[in-house]
């Protein structure tokens, strides 16, 4: 007898998608009007709605990706159209709805650079990169900082296999990712209190985790602008700050990268920035999250629920920051 155990991400049965939704949703596909899907063989397939801003269309015909099933979720998706309207990207303005403004973001041609402690340096177009990696789909929960959540549908490679493309030394023990720097492109990086470029970083040990992915796409199709074109970082259990939009140079270094927000205000937002909802931000509770599309209230979990997957990278690790 086969008993399958609920991974530890997953919400409560009570929570997932009705099965006739389901299956309404999955016949839209074939209407005139197909503003939504779900899983298919290949992969879900999302129609553009109505002012979601572009993307990068070179590698259109890689998605839908094949659906990974060790990385779904027991909870509904976050419609695209809360998820796509509803973003932090500072390079294109402070407020949530970036979505015109990143529309200026040029993602065509777009290279990306890999040096530092690797055994040889080297740039890569993004076109020629993404055909090297086989893409998959994986849904994950995003929780921001501020509060609110989403699940969503990434399309990408594991961060692990850039790095075995790279060839790290052994004395690389963290990856730094910057995006790009362009004021004529993204007036945002005019401001010169902000310290750019947007830079992250993780360790060598957290860009080999199994979750930690780079996105190439969202909802079946290539990223659009907003969500951080043509490449992503996407790390679960991290507050979504972590998770650095359009890297354009990836670095791997010997010393622990400065990090865009810890450089703006260290007491807020440290190096680690893993959930925990017994750690509150400095001016709000992490308690619970703010669900978008429903505005409900959920309890936040340990690691945003993947406590199983990245706990024991921690270890040895207890007088660090690691919730901050």
């Given at each position: 007898?086969?008993?399958?155990?609920?991974?530890?991400?997953?919400?409560?049965?009570?929570a997932a998608t009705p099965e006739a939704v389901?299956?309404?949703?999955?016949?839209?596909?074939?209407?005139?009007?197909?503003?939504?899907?779900?899983?298919?063989?290949?992969?879900?397939?999302?129609?553009?709605?109505?002012?979601?801003?572009?993307?990068?269309?070179?590698?259109?015909?890689?998605?839908?990706?094949?659906?990974?099933?060790?990385?779904?979720?027991?909870?509904?998706?976050?419609?695209?159209?809360?998820?796509?309207?509803?973003?932090?990207?500072?390079?294109?303005?402070?407020?949530?709805?970036?979505?015109?403004?990143?529309?200026?973001?040029?993602?065509?041609?777009?290279?990306?650079?890999?040096?530092?402690?690797?055994?040889?340096?080297?740039?890569?177009?993004?076109?020629?990169?993404?055909?090297?990696?086989?893409?998959?789909?994986?849904?994950?929960r995003h929780r921001c900082v501020e509060a609110?959540?989403?699940?969503?549908?990434?399309?990408?490679?594991?961060?692990?296999?850039?790095?075995?493309?790279?060839?790290?030394?052994?004395?690389?023990?963290?990856?730094?990712?910057?995006?790009?720097?362009?004021?004529?492109?993204?007036?945002?990086?005019?401001?010169?209190?902000?310290?750019?470029?947007?830079?992250?970083?993780?360790?060598?040990?957290?860009?080999?985790?199994?979750?930690?992915?780079?996105?190439?796409?969202?909802?079946?199709?290539?990223?659009?602008?907003?969500?951080?074109?043509?490449?992503?970082?996407?790390?679960?259990?991290?507050?979504?700050?972590?998770?650095?939009?359009?890297?354009?140079?990836?670095?791997?270094?010997?010393?622990?990268?400065?990090?865009?927000?810890?450089?703006?205000?260290?007491?807020?937002?440290?190096?680690?920035?893993?959930?925990?909802?017994?750690?509150?931000?400095?001016?709000?509770?992490?308690?619970?999250?703010?669900?978008?599309?429903?505005?409900?209230?959920?309890?936040?979990?340990?690691?945003?629920?993947?406590?199983?997957?990245?706990?024991?990278?921690?270890?040895?690790?207890?007088?660090?920051?690691?919730?901050?």
């Open positions: 007898m086969h008993i399958r155990s609920k991974r530890s991400w997953e919400l409560p049965e009570r389901f299956l309404d949703r999955r016949t839209l596909l074939g209407g005139a009007l197909g503003l939504a899907a779900a899983a298919l063989p290949g992969g879900p397939a999302f129609a553009a709605l109505p002012g979601e801003g572009t993307g990068a269309t070179g590698t259109a015909d890689l998605y839908p990706a094949r659906r990974n099933e060790a990385y779904t979720l027991d909870r509904p998706l976050t419609e695209q159209r809360y998820s796509a309207d509803y973003n932090n990207f500072y390079e294109y303005g402070t407020n949530k709805t970036v979505t015109p403004g990143s529309n200026a973001l040029k993602v065509q041609p777009w290279t990306i650079k890999v040096d530092g402690l690797v055994e040889k340096p080297f740039e890569i177009g993004f076109e020629d990169l993404v055909r090297k990696m086989p893409l998959e789909e994986r849904l994950y609110w959540a989403m699940a969503v549908p990434w399309t990408g490679f594991p961060l692990a296999a850039l790095v075995a493309l790279a060839k790290p030394t052994g004395d690389a023990k963290y990856v730094r990712m910057q995006t790009f720097l362009d004021k004529g492109m993204a007036p945002g990086q005019r401001q010169f209190f902000y310290p750019w470029p947007y830079t992250e970083g993780l360790t060598l040990a957290e860009a080999g985790n199994e979750l930690a992915f780079l996105a190439t796409g969202v909802y079946g199709k290539p990223l659009l602008n907003q969500f951080g074109a043509p490449l992503r970082l996407a790390v679960p259990w991290k507050y979504g700050f972590k998770s650095v939009k359009s890297i354009n140079r990836i670095t791997f270094t010997a010393e622990r990268p400065k990090t865009f927000w810890e450089g703006l205000q260290a007491s807020e937002y440290g190096f680690w920035a893993n959930v925990n909802p017994a750690v509150p931000h400095p001016r709000w509770s992490q308690a619970s999250e703010r669900v978008l599309g429903t505005d409900q209230r959920v309890p936040t979990l340990l690691y945003n629920g993947y406590a199983e997957q990245v706990a024991g990278l921690y270890k040895g690790l207890e007088k660090e920051r690691l919730f901050a």
